[in-house]
């Protein structure tokens, strides 16, 4: 499981004192226990639901290193970013531009998209055709530059 190989990262950075890293991992540990016990019940994430929980800290990590740009604190966004970038180590490859831009078109003709009123069918449906491979800002600008 992907929860156990975060873990065993986690001794590897100890180990080498690797500190980014170390607490990177120990940051996303907490972050998938935290989502195990949240709601009624307690409950054990597969892989899937690890993934989602790394995305959000992903998320999170790009909010807060445009935060601190927007602060002037280079050291604490680039602190961020280098977080960010451990945790997209977990995460399947991202999809290219061109790739995206193929799975939009092809969804978009095949359903009828054209108008805005379509944005949030259109938004569902690509996404389940990217299933977290692509950023929902980049697809939200792409459909967006495509609907009339």
């Known amino acids: 499981m ?9 001794n590897v950075a100890t180990k080498a004192r690797d500190s980014v ?3 990177t991992l120990r940051s996303i540990i907490a972050a998938v226990q935290e989502a195990q016990v949240s709601g009624d019940t307690a409950k ?11 995305k959000a ?3 999170r990590r790009i909010d807060a290193a445009e935060a601190f740009d927007a602060g002037n ?15 997209e180590g ?5 999809m290219t531009d061109e790739q ?3 799975i939009v078109a092809d969804v978009m003709q095949a359903n009828g998209f054209v108008e805005k009123a379509d944005m949030g069918r259109a938004m569902k449906a690509i996404n389940a055709e990217v299933a977290g491979r692509a950023d929902g800002r980049r697809v939200a600008d792409l459909v967006k530059s495509r609907l009339a």
Do not use: F, H, W
Not at 2 to 10: A, G, P, W
Not at 78 to 84: D, L, T, V
Not at 90 to 94: E, F, H, R
């Open 73 to 87: 604190a280079a050291d604490r966004a680039a602190a961020e970013r280098s977080e960010q970038e451990i945790i």
């Open 57 to 59: 800290q992903v998320k």
């Open 21 to 23: 890293r170390q607490r």
């Open 44 to 54: 054990e994430l597969d892989d899937d639901g690890v993934m989602a929980v790394l």
């Open 100 to 102: 995206l831009e193929s």
């Open 90 to 94: 977990y995460l399947p490859a991202a």
């Open 2 to 10: 992907l929860i156990e190989q975060i873990r065993t990262d986690l």
